[in-house]
T-cell receptor, first 112, second 108 residues
Framework: NAGVTQTPKFRILKIGQSMTLQCAQD?????MYWYRQDPGMGLKLIYY???????DKGEVPNGYNVSRSTTEDFPLRLELAAPSQTSVYFC???????????FGPGTRLLVL | DAKTTQPNSMESNEEEPVHLPCNHS???????IHWYRQLPSQGPEYVIH???SNVNNRMASLAIAEDRKSSTLILHRATLRDAAVYYC?????????FGKGITLSVRP
């Protein structure tokens, strides 16, 4: 099992550009999550999904969009990148809500 | 999710036990207590979780107070590889809230 994979590892964006952060898991987990972590801070939940076709907002959803067309994939879309979105983004999955979450290695995003 | 409170940092010597405290005074009866840790430049990883009874696994032990308002993560013999940020989280739903955690430094 590869677990949770994320691509790319690092990306530099210009203000106003758009991009999609990819996340995939091969554990057949129902729940998937996107977090962001700013320097020296804890993780903040952006969006989560309880299954294919179902997504819901977390604590900081503004400026992001998600979709969940399959159990395996949960991409995060940034439409108009802003410097405030400079952060490290982590994707995670769990079998059920409240159960152990398994995290990917993260995507470091720099918006200039 | 119930709010948790942890010290900002703690230091330990290598090969000595480490006790990392956490307060969760507003925890509800069905909330589990989860501990995750984050090594430098990596994503968080699960350490241990429990509800009422003390728990042991290969990584650590979790001691839960009888009133469940506090808990302690115990690393029995700290190694340099245990230097990380440790997050204590209480919750029963899918929205686990990761605070700043406690930064553990291990001295050789």
């Amino acid at each position: 099992n590869a677990g949770v994979t994320q691509t790319p590892k690092f990306r530099i964006l210009k203000i106003g550009q758009s991009m999609t952060l990819q996340c995939a898991q091969d554990m057949n987990h129902n729940y998937m999550y996107w977090y962001r972590q700013d320097p020296g801070m804890g993780l903040k939940l952006i969006y989560y999904s309880v299954g294919a076709g179902i997504t819901d907002k977390g604590e900081v959803p503004n400026g992001y969009n998600v979709s969940r067309s399959t159990t395996e994939d949960f991409p995060l879309r940034l439409e108009l990148a802003a410097p405030s979105q400079t952060s490290v983004y982590f994707c995670a999955s769990s079998n059920q809500g409240g159960e152990t979450q398994y995290f990917g290695p993260g995507t470091r995003l720099l918006v200039l | 999710d119930a709010k948790t409170t942890q010290p900002n940092s703690m230091e330990s010597n290598e090969e000595e036990p480490v006790h990392l405290p956490c307060n969760h005074s507003t925890i509800s009866g069905t909330d589990y207590i989860h501990w995750y840790r984050q090594l430098p430049s990596q994503g968080p990883e699960y350490v241990i979780h429990g509800l009422t009874s003390n728990v042991n696994n290969r990584m650590a032990s979790l001691a839960i107070a009888e009133d469940r308002k506090s808990s302690t993560l115990i690393l029995h013999r700290a190694t340099l590889r245990d230097a990380a940020v440790y997050y204590c989280i209480s919750g029963a739903n899918s929205k686990l809230t990761f605070g700043k955690g406690i930064t553990l430094s291990v001295r050789p």
